[in-house]
Antibody, heavy 118, light 108 residues
Framework: EVHLVESGGGLVQPGGSLRLSCAVSGFTFSHYEMNWVRQVPGKGLEWVSYIDSPGSATHSADSVKGRFTISRDNAKDSLYLQMNNLRAEDSALYYC???????????WGQGTMVTVSS | SSELTQDPAVSVALGQTVRITCQGDSLRSYYASWYQQKPGQAPVLVIYGKNNRPSGIADRFSASSSGDTASLTITGSQAEDEAVYYCNSRDSNINYLVFGGGTKLTVL
């Protein structure tokens, strides 16, 4: 069975940093593109970052560009999101999602909550 | 524009057909994908590509597209279809990928 399990969320002060992780199982991680998507509770989905299967190409939303870095370790079946210079508006539930055909997100984790507050 | 626009809310009578739309310039070039999200749960992919359903998704869900508008149709709506539906696609402009704002579907 396919699983994506996020971790690393928590409470952090404005300007601080966090590193999110997503551990995957049940499929060949190195064959798939991956993404981070976030959602403020009660609000809509916002795509955050994308990484291709070998980890050589990345893209990020304008709202996080220069502050967030997506990466992966195919040997460890893990996806990461390094978040620096965090702002209150970055507070959200962060999902990792597998990239499928036609840029769809075909498998989602359950999310890890990030709260940026003093 | 790098946005996808959805109606905030739509309602449908039990057993009837409903269409949820998603509008944006990027849809002239790329297919929309559709997701169902129920309260407290992660989103679930229901349609991708031209009109493809992942394994386990009921065949009452279908998709179509014309110009800058993509549509998700639920034929014979069930109570369990009540949820928020999001579209997404590859973006033509600023961001690489983009989501619509979501449509809350109420089944009456």
């Amino acid at each position: 069975e396919v699983h994506l399990v996020e971790s690393g969320g928590g409470l952090v002060q404005p300007g601080g940093s966090l590193r999110l992780s997503c551990a995957v199982s049940g499929f060949t991680f190195s064959h798939y593109e991956m993404n981070w998507v976030r959602q403020v509770p009660g609000k809509g989905l916002e795509w955050v970052s994308y990484i291709d299967s070998p980890g050589s190409a990345t893209h990020s939303a304008d709202s996080v560009k220069g502050r967030f870095t997506i990466s992966r370790d195919n040997a460890k079946d893990s996806l990461y999101l390094q978040m620096n210079n965090l702002r209150a508006e970055d507070s959200a539930l962060y999902y990792c999602a597998r990239g499928g055909e036609y840029w769809a997100f075909d498998i989602w984790g359950q999310g890890t909550m990030v709260t940026v507050s003093s | 524009s790098s946005e996808l626009t959805q109606d905030p809310a739509v309602s449908v009578a039990l057993g009837q057909t409903v269409r949820i739309t998603c509008q944006g310039d990027s849809l002239r070039s790329y297919y929309a994908s559709w997701y169902q999200q129920k309260p407290g749960q992660a989103p679930v992919l229901v349609i991708y590509g031209k009109n493809n359903r992942p394994s386990g998704i009921a065949d009452r869900f279908s998709a179509s597209s014309s110009g800058d508008t993509a549509s998700l149709t639920i034929t014979g709506s069930q109570a369990e279809d009540e949820a928020v539906y999001y579209c997404n696609s590859r973006d033509s402009n600023i961001n690489y990928l983009v989501f619509g704002g979501g449509t809350k579907l109420t089944v009456l």
